[in-house]
């Protein structure tokens, strides 16, 4: 059974750093796309980023380019977002999502619950 | 950027009845050398993340129940939930998958009337 658990979420200052976590079993990270998706409070899908399989070509969204970093570790079978400079606006619940197949152009067809990230002084 | 529309915002379907979503994206997301249009459309209820239910445009996912059905082709898109049940209810968005940054659209609520 696929299953995708994100942690790392919490409350961080404007300016701060975060690395979120997804923990994935019942199949392997590193042969399906891997997307992050954030849904603000009460607002609608946000898409953030994908890693595509094998080498990974990344592909991020405007809104966070330059300040997050998709990646992951085979050996954990974990995915990660590294959040910089983080901004009120990045206030979202996090999910991190597989993709149908290993290529970046796919639906995402497993999430995990989401994990809250709170950016407020 | 492509933007995803969708329409309306939110609707009201009685119970039984037919329920259709509307999706359009500013440019066509089907790439002609397969002739697949690269749009998915999710379910999501409240507390819960979303769901997968069409890729391609109109492919049922797994154990979704054949009352969902998605049709389309270039830029106009539908999700139409044929005799609706309580359990739909949900807020429901389409994505593209065609070019990133891979948008959705802004979602549309779905009640029972």
């Known amino acids: 059974e696929v299953q995708l658990l994100e942690s790392g979420g919490g409350l961080v200052q404007p300016g701060g750093s975060l690395r979120l976590s997804c923990a994935a079993s019942?199949?392997?990270?590193?042969?399906?796309?891997m997307s992050w998706v954030r849904q603000a409070p009460g607002k609608g899908l946000e898409w953030v980023s994908v890693?595509?399989?094998?080498?990974?070509?990344?592909f991020y969204s405007d809104s966070v380019k330059g300040r997050f970093t998709i990646s992951r570790d085979n050996s954990k079978n974990t995915l990660y977002v590294q959040m910089n400079s983080l901004r009120a606006e990045d206030t979202a619940v996090y999910y991190c999502?597989?993709?149908?197949?290993?290529?970046?152009?796919?639906?995402?067809?497993?999430w995990g619950q989401g994990t809250l990230v709170t950016v407020s002084s | 950027d492509i933007v995803m529309t969708q329409s309306p915002d939110s609707l009201a379907v009685s119970l039984g009845e037919r329920a259709t979503i509307n999706c359009k994206s500013s440019?066509?997301?089907?790439?002609?050398?397969?002739?697949?249009?690269?749009l998915g459309w999710y379910q999501q209820k409240p507390g819960q993340p979303p769901k997968l239910l069409i890729y391609?445009?109109?492919t049922r996912e797994s154990g979704v129940p054949d009352r969902f059905s998605g049709s389309g082709s270039g830029a106009d898109f539908t999700l139409t939930i044929s005799g609706l049940q309580a359990e739909d209810v949900a807020v429901y968005y389409c994505?593209?998958?065609?070019?990133?940054?891979?948008?959705f659209g802004q979602g549309t609520k779905l009640e029972i009337k």
């Open positions: 019942g199949f392997t990270v590193s042969t399906y796309a």
């Open positions: 440019q066509s997301v089907l790439y002609s050398s397969n002739n697949k249009s690269y």
């Open positions: 994505q593209q998958y065609y070019s990133a940054p891979f948008s």
């Open positions: 999502a597989k993709g149908t197949s290993g290529s970046r152009y796919s639906g995402l067809n497993h």
């Open positions: 391609w445009a109109s």
């Open positions: 890693i595509s399989d094998g080498d990974g070509d990344i």
